[in-house]
């Protein structure tokens, strides 16, 4: 079955700190991986993904997040925190269609200290 | 782009009523879906369909059912609700030949008293 696995539930870094988010899966195909992010009170909005091909993946907001495939890992990164970047965020794996069939991670909620 | 509506973004019910959250989108995807979100537990399926009156159980299903009649709506069911299913709900939609990801609704924030 597969699973995915977010250690960190809460994380602290200071306005204009580097970040990074850890995201380990567990799947038995190629997975496809997403990163979610959530601000308070709204739905999920996609950050970015990866199918295939290179593993450093650029997303929005300035993200980015690198498939390691010996270690299943997906994890995400950003250079420099910004205060609006408060928010959670959600690893998930899916299916080889695309995304469907998603399997989340608990989440891991980002403060931003000014 | 694609527009994921839930019809309510709070609501308040009482044990044992009936419920129904209502979750349409507008780019004629055949896959909706549906999550609850819990601290600590992040997204879990409920249900799912893949297309007009298809349904799958997701991971947690019990006390669940869905509907969905027409391709852009996908209802999800509190049969008798329970304070146990006081959650956030989010409703999710993907078109199998776009290949894109799930699109996400705002969701529900149902408190069940």
């Known amino acids: 079955a597969q699973s995915v696995t977010q250690p960190d539930i809460h994380i602290t870094v200071s306005e204009g700190a580097s970040l990074e988010l850890r995201c380990n899966y567990s799947y038995g195909a190629t997975p496809y991986l997403f990163w979610y992010v959530q601000s308070p009170g709204q739905g999920l909005q996609l950050l970015l993904k990866y199918f295939s091909g290179d593993t450093l993946v650029q997303g929005i907001k300035g993200f980015e997040a690198e498939f390691k495939r010996s270690q299943s890992s997906f994890n995400l990164r950003k250079p420099s925190v910004h205060w609006s970047d408060a928010a959670e965020y959600f690893c998930?794996?899916?299916?080889?269609?695309?995304?469907?069939?998603?399997?989340f991670g608990g989440g891991t909620r980002l403060m931003v200290k000014p | 782009d694609v527009k994921v509506t839930q019809s309510s973004r709070y609501l308040v019910k009482r044990t044992g009523e009936k419920v129904f959250l209502e979750c349409v989108q507008d780019?004629?995807?055949?896959?909706m879906f549906w999550y609850r979100q819990d601290p600590g537990l992040g997204l879990r399926l409920i249900y799912f369909?893949?297309?007009?009156?298809?349904?799958e159980k997701g991971d947690i299903p019990e006390g669940y059912s869905v509907s969905r009649e027409k391709k852009e709506r996908f209802s999800l069911i509190l049969e008798s609700a329970s304070t146990n299913q006081t959650s956030m709900y989010l409703c999710a939609s993907y078109s199998r030949t776009d290949n894109q990801p799930q699109h996400f609704g705002d969701g529900t924030r149902l408190s069940i008293l």
């Open positions: 369909s893949y297309d007009v009156k298809m349904k």
């Open positions: 780019m004629d995807h055949e896959n």
């Open positions: 998930a794996v899916g299916a080889l269609n695309a995304g469907n069939m998603l399997t």
